[in-house]
């Protein structure tokens, strides 16, 4: 079975071509994709709806519109972002013998974009593209914390789904969680995602000083007490340092 879908396909292959060949009409795209001249043009009103495209008034021909610029910036952001954590990934998960999380916040929710897996006998489940909450998740609350008001005002109005009894369900607990979060710089969670799980979480910045991402250490909380817990910390604010120094960010988080 094929899940294709020959629409997307298209309207891809027609971003692809107006990359190759800025500034040409609705016929000549029609005839690089392979496709009839309707078709071709319900594709690009579509695309220029979305700013995806731009149509030139005067000429009437076609290319790229800012927002692909935007997604083409994220794309580059992120590869670029993964490149540069992954030794230092291999270095926390060394030192910790833990599961070592990259994520990124995706509108309201989180999603894992690098994964270094423990070696331990007993360890979590993890999954590189795996999405989550932001309300709940080491990683995934310290990016709420630092995420644009509008973000946090969608997720604080909105349903607090309980993962389990240790989920923060309440809105005005979870706004004083966050506060604390940016005051601290760290955030430790403990089976507020999953039952029997520890997570602890650092930002990482790009050079403009933005949190981009969170790098996080998790585990069975069974191999977590008081001098894990402040040793984890400790290390997860100096891998977020070190990968936010090599993003070009200059004044570190305190370890």
Do not use: W
Request: hydrophobic share 40%; aromatic share 4%.
């Amino acid at each position: 079975m094929s899940y294709t879908i020959t629409s997307v396909d298209r309207a891809i292959d027609l971003l692809e071509a107006l990359a190759e060949h800025p500034d040409i009409g609705v016929t000549r795209l029609a005839e690089l994709i392979g496709s009839t001249k309707s078709h071709a043009f319900r594709l690009l009103h579509t695309l220029e709806q979305r700013g995806y495209v731009l149509k030139d008034p005067a000429t009437r021909n076609y290319r790229l519109g800012y927002r692909s610029l935007y997604v083409g910036e994220r794309a580059r952001d992120q590869a670029s972002l993964i490149k540069t954590a992954q030794p230092i990934m291999d270095g926390l998960a060394q030192a910790t013998g833990e599961n070592v999380h990259l994520v990124v916040r995706e509108q309201a929710r989180s999603i894992c974009i690098a994964l270094k897996q423990s070696q331990a006998h007993l360890r979590l489940y993890a999954e590189v593209g795996r999405h989550g909450p932001l309300h709940a998740g080491g990683g995934s609350t310290l990016l709420l914390a630092h995420a644009p008001k509008e973000i946090q005002a969608a997720v604080l109005d909105g349903p607090l789904p309980s993962f389990t009894p240790a989920t923060v369900t309440e809105a005005g607990v979870l706004r004083e969680q966050l506060t604390r979060i940016r005051q601290q710089g760290y955030h430790v969670a403990l089976e507020d995602l999953d039952d029997g799980a520890f997570s602890i979480a650092a930002p990482v910045r790009n050079h403009r000083g933005e949190v981009i991402a969170s790098i996080s250490v998790a585990g069975p909380i069974t191999r977590l007490d008081a001098v894990t817990t402040d040793r984890h910390r400790h290390l997860a604010i100096e891998a977020a340092n070190d990968i936010s120094r090599r993003l070009g960010f200059v004044d570190q988080v305190p370890t």
